[in-house]
């Protein structure tokens, strides 16, 4: 068997000191903190820590998690509503209905239980070709960033792209508010002048 490295005694002592490590392990550590200062010197400041942990530990009233769970709201009205079910629902007949319209254009072998299965074979599928799209895009967005940022050139022409774009937001927003300031104060004009 091969002998843990030095990194691996170190997370032990966390587990041995929160009480998980398994027997098999603790008889390594135990054999390792014989030879290593620094370990044993760790694992006293582990103890020393979780005795002070234990010492700062807050007293909780018995009934406190059944107070705290009764004071909580109810579940949203999303789990209630039958609304937010009625749009997946609807979908689902729709294509329930297509399955079994198509089931039934084959002939008298087709059941509902073969329509059922198309429809969720079909539901199967789109959910893995959305699954891969996804996937495909976040990898295209990360090789065209790397790509972007792959010399000091294109992170200049990046930053210029970027700081002219923050500019002429800036200056769409002076616009706006500027238009608005002007229409106020002839609104506030004229009704003076009546």
């Known amino acids: 068997m091969k ?5 691996t005694y170190r997370e032990w002592l966390n587990l041995e000191v ?4 398994p027997e098999e392990s603790r008889a390594q550590l135990t054999e390792h903190l014989a030879a290593c200062d ?4 760790e694992r006293d400041e582990l103890l020393v820590f979780a005795d002070l942990l234990h010492k700062a530990r807050v007293p909780v009233r018995e009934d406190f998690r059944a107070q705290v769970l009764s004071s909580l709201p109810t579940a949203g009205w999303e789990s209630r509503s039958p609304r937010t079910w009625a749009f997946p629902a609807a979908v689902f007949l729709l294509l329930a209905g297509i399955a079994a319209a198509v089931m039934g254009s ?3 072998q087709g059941s509902l239980l073969s329509a059922l299965v198309a429809v969720t074979g079909m539901l199967r599928a789109s959910a893995v070709a959305g ?5 495909a895009s976040w990898k295209g967005l990360g090789l065209a960033f790397s790509e972007v940022l792959s010399s000091p050139v294109s992170i200049g022409v990046f930053g210029v792209f970027v700081l002219s774009l923050n500019l002429l937001l800036v200056s769409l927003l002076r616009r706006r508010r500027s238009a608005g300031l002007e229409r106020s104060s002839l609104e506030r004009s004229g009704r003076r002048d009546c």
């Open 38 to 41: 620094a370990c044993r010197a």
């Open 131 to 135: 699954a891969g799209l996804i996937a």
């Open 3 to 7: 002998r843990p490295d030095h990194n």
């Open 18 to 21: 929160d009480g998980v490590l």
């Open 106 to 108: 084959r002939g008298p």
